[in-house]
């Protein structure tokens, strides 16, 4: 069995479209919520997104628009997973060129090799900024995950 695919990592599931965030904390917590639901990670992992960008700063911001929340391997990671939100209204991560953000993707990974792999497949998607336009505006969950796995 090969490297899952970003199919494979996305589920419909763990996509929302047009959430609600005061702030950046609760715009990875809504993606943080995504990858607990669909079983990647416990609660843990999601103040541990949080705790990356208190600790580094907004580097989680990797384009005009887009956030890649994400923290080391730990145990709180079940299973290497996505997540996407959008959010209704966009919000400040305090990065000088990209905010503010409206697309946040969410990344779980059970090893570094997993974690590489898996940024930079979506590194690939993401360059593209219509495909990431595509997906910030996206109607729906199928929608957005075929933007993102490739399949649009």
């Given at each position: 069995?090969?490297?899952?695919?970003t199919?494979?990592?996305?589920?419909?599931?763990?996509?929302?479209?047009?959430a609600?965030?005061?702030?950046?904390?609760?715009a990875?917590?809504?993606?943080?919520?995504r990858l607990?639901?669909?079983?990647?990670?416990?609660p843990?992992?999601?103040?541990?997104?949080v705790h990356?960008?208190?600790?580094?700063?907004?580097?989680i911001v990797?384009?005009?628009?887009?956030?890649?929340?994400?923290?080391?391997?730990?145990?709180?990671?079940?299973r290497?997973?996505?997540?996407?939100v959008t959010?209704a209204?966009p919000?400040?991560?305090?990065?000088?060129?990209?905010?503010?953000?409206?697309?946040?993707?969410?990344?779980a990974a059970v090893d570094?090799?997993q974690?590489?792999?898996?940024?930079?497949?979506?590194a690939?998607?993401?360059?593209d900024?219509a495909?990431r336009?595509?997906?910030?505006d996206?109607?729906?969950?199928a929608?957005?995950?075929?933007?993102?796995?490739?399949?649009?």
């Amino acid at each position: 069995m090969g490297e899952p695919t970003t199919a494979d990592l996305l589920p419909a599931e763990a996509i929302t479209l047009g959430a609600e965030a005061a702030d950046w904390r609760a715009a990875v917590a809504a993606a943080g919520e995504r990858l607990v639901a669909t079983g990647a990670a416990t609660p843990a992992y999601t103040d541990e997104m949080v705790h990356t960008v208190e600790e580094h700063g907004p580097y989680i911001v990797l384009a005009p628009g887009l956030a890649l929340a994400h923290a080391r391997p730990s145990p709180s990671v079940l299973r290497t997973g996505l997540s996407l939100v959008t959010l209704a209204a966009p919000v400040e991560f305090g990065h000088a060129a990209n905010d503010p953000v409206r697309l946040v993707i969410g990344l779980a990974a059970v090893d570094a090799d997993q974690h590489t792999g898996a940024l930079a497949r979506l590194a690939r998607v993401l360059a593209d900024d219509a495909r990431r336009a595509a997906l910030t505006d996206a109607a729906s969950a199928a929608e957005a995950r075929d933007l993102l796995t490739g399949a649009a």
